[in-house]
């Protein structure tokens, strides 16, 4: 089976949204539940831009056993010895991730150089890197805006000078689906390096047009086999690909994806979910896939009625697989006989059709004037 790696970029850029910054014992706590999460690798942050993130990297260096330990780098001499000193207690686990721009755009007006300038300074950014640890990860910022075939250029360039894992970035969420993974096709039939196996094909993809997920996905499809992601999609702007979203979709469409693996211990998802959102303070939404409160909650009298005779004809997942207990049918206005009977018989009551009729009525009188009808209302109408 082919295996993909879940590269978990919560501390790093999905510390960057504002707001979500955490100090170096809540990214500890976090980085603990990702390792019990088993994602592949930890990016614990950007040790040159402060004494905090060089901390907290140096810390879960030290102390997270089990997923290698990233740290970001531009490819800027001080911004590598930086990581590289960070990580140093982590080891053969340590991987230095550089970055440099490579779109038009940014080579013209943000960097003000020109494409072979680029190409040297990352070959040297790469090389710096591989001679402090075995592990060197090369992004091309901006990649999906960037010229296929310069891009061609740059990854054949980082793997000669030592680069293990490419990751191409669709750093502003500019991609559609069907455009990146092409992209990424691209790469795979021109860098023989990707087809061997002797350099990974990784994707980053941020959030900004609704689509992190869906072009992470179709990234997989198209041969990539590293995906970098957040816990409950935070990060910059809009956010990142969403790690449980990524995960369940490999595993819930195994028809379409093929036989891929991953290492998550999907049943740790909510608690990992709830966790990072304690930390950052940032609330999940009610009705985020797979982690929001509403994921496995069905309203609608037909659902429920659905679902209490047969689980499977309303939900794709079973909600105990990503740490859920049992599917919720709150009581509303749309609920039908079936869930307020079933509900009824778990307090206790045993009630004749007519006299279920009776309640039903008063129980959609309820619900006209109420988000929601709870216990404590049945037990008055049925008592």
């Known amino acids: ?10 501390l790093r850029d999905g510390e960057q949204c504002p707001g979500a910054s955490m100090n170096i014992k809540q990214k500890i706590e976090v980085a603990r539940q990702l390792a019990r999460l088993k994602v592949d690798v930890i990016e614990a942050g950007f040790p040159v831009i402060s004494d905090g993130d060089f901390n907290a990297v140096k810390e879960i260096a030290s102390e997270i056993k089990g997923p290698i330990i990233a740290g970001l780098a531009r490819c800027v001499p001080k911004d590598i010895e930086a990581a590289a000193y960070a990580l140093k207690p982590a080891g053969k686990r340590a991987r230095i991730h550089v970055f440099l721009a490579t779109s038009k ?51 054949k360039a980082v793997i000669a000078a030592g680069a293990t894992t490419v990751n191409i970035p669709d750093t502003v969420g500019w991609a559609v689906p069907e455009q990146f993974g092409s992209l990424i096709k691209h790469l795979m039939d021109q860098v023989p390096e ?78 990992t979910s709830r966790l990072v959102s304690r930390m950052s303070g940032l609330i999940v939404q009610r009705n985020k896939a797979i982690v929001g409160e509403n994921a496995f909650a069905h309203a609608s009298g037909i659902h429920q009625d659905g679902v209490l005779k047969k689980r499977e004809t309303y939900e794709i997942m079973d909600p105990a697989d990503v740490g859920w207990g049992q599917s919720e049918l709150p009581l509303t206005k749309h609920s039908g006989r079936a869930a307020v009977s079933a509900r009824l018989k778990e307090l206790g009551f045993k009630l004749s059709e007519s006299d279920l009729q009776e309640v039903f009525i008063k129980f959609k009188e309820i619900g006209d004037k109420k988000k929601f009808v709870y216990d404590d209302d049945l037990i008055i109408i049925a008592g």
């Open 1 to 10: 089976m082919d295996k993909i790696t879940i590269f978990d970029t919560t």
């Open 105 to 155: 755009i940014h080579m013209e007006y943000k960097l003000g150089k020109p494409k072979d300038e680029i190409l040297r300074l990352a070959v040297e950014g790469v090389k710096l890197a591989r001679s402090f640890v075995e592990n060197v990860e090369f992004s091309p910022e901006d990649g999906s805006r960037t010229d296929p075939d310069f891009l061609v250029e740059v990854c």
């Open 194 to 271: 990707f087809k061997s196996g002797k350099a990974i094909i990784s994707v980053h993809c941020h959030n900004d047009l609704g689509l992190a997920v869906a072009n992470s996905l179709a990234a997989v499809k198209a041969g990539a086999r590293q995906v970098e992601c957040t816990i409950n999609g935070i990060g910059e702007r809009a956010g990142n690909a969403a790690l449980e979203e990524i995960v369940m979709a490999l595993k819930t469409r195994s028809d379409y994806f093929g036989p891929i693996t991953c290492n998550i211990n999907t049943k740790e998802i909510v608690r």
